[in-house]
């Protein structure tokens, strides 16, 4: 593998040269003078203001936004690089407070805009200006029902910072400093995650068991600020009236209801026929009667996975893409060549991996921990594929490039299902296209299968901490039960696994994201059918639908390619590719 010199990290600068820089300084003195006039200007007049009035307060709505989102997103990258660091934690803390002050003061924009009657926006829906805005319009129109009070808005707003944002440090702080003990070696959490992939069976379980120790070591902590966090989260969905715990999820994504429940389903019927069914396999291979979960990512016995260079996996990926349309190879060749990336393995560094957009005037920035396995790679090509969709949908402007989740995840599971398909063209044996499909399958089972179970466990610990706190030993088992529908009769479960719920951000950050991968998932499966089958120009429609950043809703963008996510017979055709592939595996 790439010495860890080889491995690149990012350069910030191209948002602000430090945190201490007269430029970031100054954009918190623009910002709060902004803020001002615009407070001045349009508090208590939009309902009054005229469609072309309208558009110019949204104008400069967006832009006071761009600035502060600017802000934070290098505050947050700075704490993402090194979160143990204290000043970096202190930086990151101060941003928020000054952004959440200021930003306080806008508060009352969308409001206001939310109750000015149907009747009368549609009226001043006729001025062109205003109509560039609608989507922007429609996304916060889709909260009005759930909207209260100015002043509780306010109080819940300038709160947070001491409410769920606190938890949030508290819980990233937590994971990053913490130290797993495997074979006597204290390491860190990223490292002891890798060896849970590791060929040598006795690693895996030593590193499992480590990791079940520091789990449970923080157990009690980890279960307050769950607690607390589903608690906090309850008492507003109940001033909202919000009806279900996965609701105020539901409306950010601009997604049904019925659809999330379409989806968690199929999902749920098909355990047996995916994920029960690869298992079994994998036992057998592995020549094991039963699988621990220190096995789930085990390589398989012919698989030696080897390590890939880091120049070798840039190769790989950008080849893909540019296979697939050569505008694209360009933008990764971009990603590549610039200081955009941090793969670089560190102490204190935030853990997984993930793209983040920052501002249209900037570009994203991606953050991994490049290990050099085959996961790995495919992680580059998940997060370039994010990198790609953020760049192509910046041009509609800061506040409605933002994809909802659910299509966010299309291009970054897109971009890993065409570096997948250029390796699995290039095996040059069966057993090479086995070891290939296995690794696909279980990507696919983790993306799909692994996420709605995870929704099933958020949905247990929020209904039922409505009632109660709940204990670790609850929480624990809500964790072993949907762990066990999902993954199925080849596996049994040691005591230790109860814990490992503590280290999914998710449940943290932002509560029931998880089904947008299985939604992506799918949603990909179905499209890449589509483009297989040869659909006429497809890459202009691809490319296209990832332009449209936040200003299409699902059933706009899927329309061009004849895919409807409400349809019952859509998500079987997105499982019947990972069925497909598993028919492949036990014929093999």
């Known amino acids: 593998m790439s010495t860890q010199e080889d491995l690149p990290a990012w350069d910030?600068?191209?948002?602000?040269?430090?945190?201490?820089?007269?430029?970031?300084?100054?954009?918190?003195?623009?910002?709060?003078?902004?803020?001002?006039?615009?407070?001045?200007?349009?508090?208590?007049?939009?309902?009054?203001?005229?469609?072309?009035?309208?558009?110019?307060?949204?104008?400069?709505?967006?832009?006071?936004?761009?600035?502060?989102?600017?802000?934070?997103?290098?505050?947050?990258?700075?704490?993402?690089?090194?979160?143990?660091?204290?000043?970096?934690?202190?930086?990151?803390?101060?941003?928020?407070e000054q952004i959440t002050s200021?930003?306080?003061?806008?508060?009352?924009?969308?409001?206001?805009?939310?109750?000015?009657?149907?009747?009368?926006?549609?009226?001043?829906?006729?001025?062109?200006?205003?109509?560039?805005?609608?989507?922007?319009?429609?996304?916060?129109?889709?909260?009005?029902?759930?909207?209260?009070?100015?002043?509780?808005?306010?109080?819940?707003?300038?709160?947070?910072?001491?409410g769920r944002a606190a938890w949030n440090r508290l819980y990233d702080e937590t994971l990053a400093a913490m130290q797993v003990t495997v074979q006597k070696e204290k390491i860190g959490l990223g490292e002891a995650l890798n060896k849970l992939s590791a060929g040598d069976r006795e690693v895996r379980e030593h590193a499992a068991k480590g990791?079940?120790?520091?789990?449970?070591?923080?157990?009690?902590?980890?279960?307050?600020?769950?607690?607390?966090?589903?608690?906090?989260?309850?008492i507003t969905d109940e001033w909202r009236?919000?009806?279900?715990?996965?609701?105020?999820?539901?409306?950010?994504?601009?997604?049904?209801?019925?659809?999330?429940?379409?989806?968690?389903?199929?999902?749920?019927?098909?355990?047996?026929?995916?994920s029960h069914r690869y298992f079994k396999l994998k036992a057998k291979w592995l020549g094991l009667d039963k699988l621990q979960h220190w096995d789930r990512n085990a390589p398989l016995p012919d698989d030696n996975d080897q390590l890939i260079p880091w120049e070798q996996a840039k190769e790989i990926v950008h080849t893909a893409y540019n296979d697939f349309n050569p505008e694209m190879g360009t933008m990764i060749q971009e990603f590549l060549n610039k200081p955009w990336i941090d793969a670089t393995l560190r102490p204190g560094k935030s853990s997984g991996a993930f793209a983040h957009p920052t501002v249209p005037q900037v570009h994203p920035y991606i953050l991994l921990n490049y290990h050099g396995r085959n996961r790995d790679v495919m992680t580059l090509a998940h997060e370039l594929g994010h990198g790609i969709h953020q760049l192509l949908a910046a041009k509609q402007g800061y506040i409605q490039s933002n994809t909802p989740l659910t299509l966010a995840e299309t291009a970054s599971v897109f971009g890993e299902m065409l570096t997948f398909q250029s390796l699995l063209q290039n095996q040059k044996t069966p057993e090479q296209r086995r070891i290939m499909l296995s690794r696909k399958v279980e990507d696919m089972l983790n993306t799909v299968v692994r996420q709605i179970a995870f929704y099933q466990f958020e949905r247990k610990v929020h209904e039922a901490r409505q009632s109660n706190e709940l204990l670790p030993e609850q929480i624990g088992q809500f964790w072993?039960?949907?762990?066990?529908?999902?993954?199925?009769?080849?596996?049994?479960?040691?005591?230790?696994?109860?814990?490992?719920?503590?280290?999914?951000?998710?449940?943290?950050?932002?509560?029931?994201?998880v089904y947008a991968y299985a939604f992506g998932d799918c949603l990909v499966n179905a499209l890449?059918?589509?483009?297989?089958?040869?659909?006429?120009?497809?890459?202009?429609?691809?490319?296209?639908?990832?332009?449209?950043?936040?200003?299409?809703?699902?059933?706009?963008?899927?329309?061009?390619f004849g895919l409807d996510a409400s349809d019952p017979g859509f998500w079987r055709k997105g499982l019947d590719v990972i069925s497909q592939f598993i028919d492949e595996l036990e014929q093999a």
């Not at 206001?112 to 319009?137: G, H, Y």
Request: negative net charge; hydrophobic residues 35%.
């Open 12 to 96: 910030l600068s191209d948002l602000y040269p430090s945190p201490d820089s007269p430029e970031l300084k100054n954009d918190l003195e623009k910002v709060r003078e902004k803020v001002e006039i615009f407070a001045t200007n349009w508090q208590g007049n939009l309902a009054n203001a005229s469609g072309q009035e309208i558009a110019m307060a949204i104008d400069l709505y967006q832009e006071i936004s761009e600035i502060l989102g600017r802000i934070g997103s290098y505050a947050q990258l700075i704490f993402a690089t090194d979160s143990t660091d204290a000043k970096n934690a202190q930086f990151y803390q101060y941003i928020n």
């Open 102 to 162: 200021i930003s306080t003061k806008t508060l009352f924009f969308t409001l206001e805009l939310n109750r000015i009657s149907e009747e009368d926006l549609q009226n001043k829906l006729t001025n062109e200006a205003l109509v560039s805005w609608k989507p922007f319009l429609d996304t916060i129109r889709v909260f009005r029902p759930y909207q209260l009070s100015d002043d509780i808005e306010k109080v819940l707003h300038e709160k947070s910072v001491t």
């Open 211 to 234: 990791l079940g120790e520091s789990f449970n070591s923080n157990l009690r902590l980890f279960s307050l600020i769950t607690n607390t966090l589903a608690k906090d989260k309850h």
């Open 241 to 274: 009236k919000f009806p279900r715990v996965d609701s105020e999820r539901n409306c950010d994504n601009m997604i049904e209801d019925e659809v999330v429940d379409a989806l968690v389903n199929a999902v749920t019927q098909d355990y047996q026929r995916l």
């Open 480 to 513: 072993m039960e949907t762990q066990q529908a999902s993954l199925g009769p080849a596996f049994e479960f040691t005591p230790e696994y109860a814990s490992y719920w503590t280290y999914i951000p998710h449940f943290i950050h932002s509560p029931f994201y």
């Open 528 to 560: 890449y059918k589509v483009y297989q089958d040869g659909h006429e120009n497809f890459q202009e429609k691809y490319m296209e639908m990832l332009q449209a950043g936040g200003t299409k809703k699902h059933k706009e963008l899927l329309a061009p």
